[in-house]
């Protein structure tokens, strides 16, 4: 008998997968968009007859619900039990694997593959994890009830992790990119080149140098007391203009992991996670949300104040803890999120008034407020120095004609490269 195995090493993002992938050893890239709690499942069955003592022995899949055989194949007894001492369940988790942000295309939703791990890979990935899981691609069915439908759809039956975690520059950069990267520091006013060639408009100097430093990261530090002091360096912009959004566009554009928002678009109480069922096993699993995606990465939040309250809790939580908490969620409910915020808020009265706290003019908690670490404030000031220097006075002219240092692949890859170091900011 020959065993129907390919084997193969090509590793694919879920959106690369085709119907021929089935039956394959294949490894996915991606992100743990969802995971089960830790669940059990028959795995193999033995059914004695009562009468002649004939042994029937089945083996399930976790999607497979196991059936009584209707009579004894060797004398026709109805009389039929499980032999309790052979037969065994195991322990097994439903996960999905998504494409990860960097490669979604505008306007076209995340693919993802729904996967399965057994025994000891149980509990060796986490909601928002960047992995790497190798396994065989399996059409698994099962009945639906009432008619002779069924559902059919690929899981993965992995058999190997690998997390990513850490972020890599990624095989795209070359040892010749890193060298001119080092040239190109050594510069006087590389600073202000990058910050201009990311984002070229004119004004807002300050602002555009904290979204670099959001987008670069700092290094993650222990103080002599023992507290960490966390990389993601995370901003808000109080824009009285609304015109953020086209100071944000060309980071969105360039950023290697980025996931670009709207706060009036997240459903309450799903920013951070929300359980679902799964539509092959009916099982509950937790379904990761925007916050979460953006693992590891830059999560450009427009409208902070039209977040639920619940969600501005929890987006606080996770900004300044670097760790997400679901309740009633026992394995799977704490989890690592290391997710940089630029976030957006507009102020109540449509302006900012400096005599007044910054707080108590924003729909925003002073918790929240207090886990950003650098706010700016767009100001629709109309004269003075400061709004001739920072008023965006007409975007499309300016965006070709200004002078850019760096293309765009550039920029891409060296934040992918400063990101997968530890970056200390000399001042
Ligand atoms: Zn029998």
């Known amino acids: 008998m020959k065993v129907g195995y390919t084997y193969s090493t090509i590793s694919k993002l879920p959106k690369e997968l085709r119907p021929e992938d089935v039956g394959k050893q294949i490894s996915v890239e991606g992100i743990v968009s969802r995971i089960s709690e830790v669940l059990e499942y028959p795995f193999k069955v033995t059914f004695v007859c009562q009468t002649c003592g004939h042994e029937i022995v089945a083996e399930y899949k976790p999607w497979e619900k196991p059936t009584k055989p209707k009579k004894c194949e060797e004398c026709n007894s109805k009389n039929i039990k499980i032999d309790p001492l052979k037969s065994f369940s ?22 993802h593959v729904d996967g399965i791990v057994i025994d000891s890979l149980v509990g060796s990935l986490k909601l928002g994890a960047r992995v790497r899981v190798t396994g065989v691609l399996t059409a698994a069915s099962r009945n639906s009830s009432g008619n002779r439908g069924f559902v059919l759809k690929n899981v993965l039956e992995v058999t190997h992790v690998d997390i990513i975690g850490k972020e890599s520059p990624g095989d795209s950069v070359t040892d010749q990119d890193i060298r001119r990267f080092h040239e ?8 202000q080149r990058i910050i201009q060639s990311m984002i070229p408009i004119r004004g807002y100097d300050s602002l ?11 290094a993650e530090t222990w103080l002599p007391d023992g507290t960490k002091l966390r990389r993601n360096i995370h901003v808000l912009i109080v824009d009285e203009q609304q015109k953020a959004s086209h100071i944000l566009s060309p980071i969105v554009e360039m ?37 979460v995606l953006a693992n590891e990465g830059v999560f450009i939040l427009e409208d902070l104040d039209k977040l639920s309250k619940l969600d501005k809790e929890s987006l ?4 300044e803890q670097e760790v997400a908490f679901l309740p009633k969620a026992d394995v799977v409910g704490k989890f690592s999120v290391k997710t940089t915020v630029i976030a957006v808020a507009a102020p109540k009265s449509g302006v900012i008034d400096k005599s007044k706290s910054l707080a108590s003019q924003l729909n ?7 886990a950003f670490d650098l706010v700016y404030i767009m100001s629709n000031a109309t004269s003075g120095e400061q709004a001739k220097n920072e008023r965006l006075y007409s975007i499309s002219p300016l965006w070709a004609s200004r002078e850019s240092y760096y293309d ?8 992918a490269y400063a990101r997968s170091l530890n970056p200390v900011l000399s001042v």
């Open 408 to 415: 765009r692949e550039f920029i891409r890859k060296f934040i």
């Open 90 to 111: 195991r322990r097994y988790q439903l996960l999905r694997i998504q494409d990860p942000p960097e490669a979604l295309t505008e306007g076209v939703p995340p693919t």
């Open 184 to 191: 190109e520091v050594q510069k006087k006013d590389f600073k």
């Open 316 to 319: 606080a939580k996770v900004m």
């Open 208 to 218: 555009k140098e904290g979204l670099l430093l959001a987008v670069l990261g700092g």
């Open 255 to 291: 950023m290697p992991r980025v996931l670009y928002v709207e706060g009036s678009t997240i459903q309450r109480s799903e920013l951070v996670a929300k359980t679902v069922r799964d539509d092959l096993t009916m099982e509950r699993v937790i379904q990761a949300g925007p916050l």
């Open 364 to 370: 925003v908690t002073l918790g929240l407020l207090n």
